[in-house]
């Protein structure tokens, strides 16, 4: 590859880079709401539950700390605060996002499978 093309590369990286920034800056309210109605849903269902409804409570209010971080901090940050604890807990963030991974799996295989 001569430099030219390799300005050109990182150039489209770049520009991609800042609309995928831009993309989630703009979906932050979005997913704020989403982790408050998690927390809510949580709170009510918590008191349901009986012996486990303070853990349920504790999972509501870690929601409802995640979405005042989502609604204060800007996507770079939350980017970079990601890759730091990606870092620093390699084997936690591969449990946590094989797990999410099994879990979007399942829940998408479940919904296709009862519609056919």
């Keep these: 590859m001569n430099n030219a093309t390799v300005?050109?590369?990182h150039g489209e990286a770049v520009t991609a880079g800042?609309?995928?920034?831009a993309f989630v800056d703009s979906k932050r309210e979005v997913a704020a709401k989403g982790l408050d109605s998690m927390?809510?849903?949580?709170?009510?269902?918590?008191?349901?539950?009986g012996r486990l409804a303070t853990k349920g409570h504790q999972t509501g209010e870690?929601?409802?700390?995640?979405?005042?971080?989502?609604?204060?901090?800007s996507a770079d940050r939350l980017l970079d605060d990601i890759a730091h604890s990606v870092q620093s807990y390699p084997?936690?963030?591969?449990?946590?996002?094989g797990s999410v991974g099994l879990f979007v799996g399942w829940t998408l295989t479940r919904r296709f499978t009862t519609r056919t």
């Design 62 to 73: 870690t929601l409802e700390d995640a979405a005042t971080y989502v609604r204060r901090h």
């Design 18 to 21: 800042r609309r995928a920034i």
């Design 91 to 97: 084997i936690t963030a591969l449990l946590l996002g």
């Design 39 to 49: 927390a809510t849903t949580i709170h009510k269902q918590a008191d349901r539950i």
């Design 7 to 9: 300005k050109k590369f």
